[in-house]
């Protein structure tokens, strides 16, 4: 078993930034052993993949889409804290969303793939 609780949300102005923390706790299968990634969920759309990082976290992966995160957010993680990491910058109005940390047992981008989940911290970004 694995437990995802997710910080670091709240309200900020666009152009702003903010640093998403995930913090872990696991039984058997040890948390360094599994991939992470980070999810959001706007009202009315379905949960999207914005980024993912190995075990390791010398690879990561993120999300191409139109106002692609590539370049403006960064995913890390810190096996000694137990803890992977989104930081956000030059954030936009379509951002807002909650924003969800899950494992894997390797990277994967699509939810079904992910084994566990937190329970999400909203983001919202004013215009």
């Known amino acids: 078993q694995v437990q995802l609780v997710e910080s670091g949300g709240g309200l900020v102005q666009a152009g702003g930034s903010l640093r998403l923390s995930c913090a872990a706790s696991a039984s058997g299968r040890t948390f360094i052993k599994y991939a992470m990634g980070w999810f959001r969920q706007a009202p009315g759309k379905e949960r999207e993949f914005v980024a993912a990082i190995s075990w390791r976290g010398s690879n990561t992966y993120y999300a191409d889409y139109a106002d692609s995160v590539k370049g403006r957010f960064t995913i890390s993680r810190d096996n000694d804290k137990n803890t992977v990491y989104l930081q956000m910058n030059s954030l936009l109005p379509e951002d807002t969303a909650v924003y969800y940390c899950?494992?894997?047992?390797?990277?994967?981008?699509?939810?079904?793939?992910?084994?566990?989940w937190g329970q999400g911290t909203q983001v919202t970004v004013s215009s």
């Open positions: 899950a494992a894997a047992k390797t990277v994967q981008t699509m939810p079904p793939k992910y084994d566990y």
